[in-house]
């Protein structure tokens, strides 16, 4: 169903590898389910995607950002070199989605500052786009 289809979604816990995050700020559509972690695609057309990561202590995180199964995105933060070092990285994508595409973000390796983690979506206006 055409209409606006946006979500933001911050401090994330891991399920099985995925992150599922219970605390929502935007979900414009409800297309995000905060009982799965996953974004549902209800009407076809480009969407963008975004995540934070935030590490420290030491340690170091990489997601991959899921389309159904497939890897569309990747990122990795790093806060190796000491106790004290932070560090965040933030990925983003593009991609074309047809009704009842999954998305959603899995951890790979490492650990993260769920704290900070943030996770974003929202479909582009297709009026005027001209790589679909």
């Known amino acids: 169903m055409p209409g ?3 979500f933001y979604v911050h401090q994330g816990t891991t399920f ?3 992150l599922v995050f219970h ?8 297309s995000y389910n905060a ?5 549902t695609c209800k009407f076809s057309g480009a969407y963008v995607f975004s995540w934070t ?12 950002l899921h389309v159904n199964d497939d890897v569309v995105g990747t990122s990795h933060t790093d ?37 900070y983690t943030t996770f974003a979506g929202w479909r582009l206006d297709q009026s005027n786009c001209s790589f679909v």
């Open 16 to 18: 099985n590898g995925f």
């Open 23 to 30: 605390n929502i700020t935007t979900n414009e559509g409800s």
């Open 53 to 64: 990561t935030v590490t420290e202590y030491g340690r170091q995180g990489d997601l991959d």
């Open 4 to 6: 606006n289809y946006a």
């Open 79 to 115: 806060s190796v070199g000491g106790l004290k070092n932070k560090d965040s990285s933030t990925g983003l994508v593009v991609v074309n989605l047809q009704v009842g595409d999954i998305v959603r973000l899995r951890l790979v390796n490492g650990t993260l500052n769920a704290e």
């Open 35 to 39: 009982s799965t972690g996953e974004f």
